[in-house]
């Protein structure tokens, strides 16, 4: 199995102000499925992506990639597991504001053994004639194709998307989507996107549902859509 999560858990807070997060989580994702982790705010979806993303660490409970269990690692070598295999898309763009776009791209690649080629991947994001600019000069939808640029430069296993979306308009939202869609079905990724929009499971090959905490459902759709044919 690919990417496995065996009853995760995960809570804020202690004695009478505990507050349990994550109750148990179990999961598979298989290598270049499209993932996408549905529920309302405060469900535990994006204490979930981050605890696969090695950002937080769980309070009990294993991450395993490629048979290596991440939850156990020191901080060093948790660092070099995000560097190697995962790429991270978040609603906040975070650019370096005095590099171009190419620049904040290439800083990605940077952190990669094996990046894909720039140039190619400014073609796709449609950035060519934008690669000169700084994030001040760039639209809130150019710079999130920035972000995601970063991300997938370095050629990741796993790419993460909390709410990639949730600071854009309807329309720069599809385009964002269908850039997503794009990047995963060229280069092969496996995608796990963190949302609250319904609409977007559609895209998916699979759909977990979380509610306070739990897994209430894991479905694949039985239609499966083109971002920019998604209504909503």
Same mark, same amino acid.
């Given at each position: 199995m690919f990417l496995q999560v065996e009853n995760i858990k995960k809570s804020y807070g202690q004695d009478e102000n505990k507050v349990e997060v994550l109750k148990g989580i179990n999961l598979t994702f298989s290598k270049g499925e499209f993932c996408v982790l549905l529920g309302a705010s405060g469900s535990g979806k994006t204490t979930l992506l981050n605890i696969i993303g090695?950002? $937080?660490a769980p309070d009990s409970g294993n991450i395993i990639l490629h048979g290596e269990v991440i939850s156990n690692m020191k901080e060093k070598q948790r660092n070099l597991y995000r560097r190697k295999h995962l790429g991270y898309v978040f609603q906040q763009y975070n650019l370096i504001p005095n590099l171009t776009v190419r620049e904040n791209i290439e800083v990605g690649a940077y952190l +990669? +053994? /094996?990046p894909l080629d720039t140039d190619d991947l400014l073609q796709t994001l449609g950035l060519k004639e934008h690669q000169n600019k700084l994030p001040n000069q760039l639209s809130g939808g150019q710079q999130q194709r920035t972000s995601i640029g970063r991300a997938i430069v370095k050629n990741p296993d796993i790419l993460l998307c909390d709410e990639p979306t949730g #600071?854009? $308009?309807? #329309?720069? +939202?599809k385009e964002i989507l269908h850039l997503i869609e794009t990047v995963y079905q =060229? *280069?092969?990724n496996t995608v796990i996107m963190v949302t609250h /929009?319904? #609409?977007?499971? *559609?895209?998916a090959d699979t759909v977990i549902?979380? =509610? $306070?905490g739990m897994i209430r459902s894991v479905q694949k759709p039985s239609v499966k859509m083109s971002a920019m044919d998604l209504e909503w």
């Open positions: 090695g950002i $937080d +990669s +053994s /094996n #600071a854009l $308009d309807y #329309a720069t +939202s =060229k *280069y092969g /929009n319904a #609409a977007i499971q *559609y895209m549902r979380l =509610k $306070d």
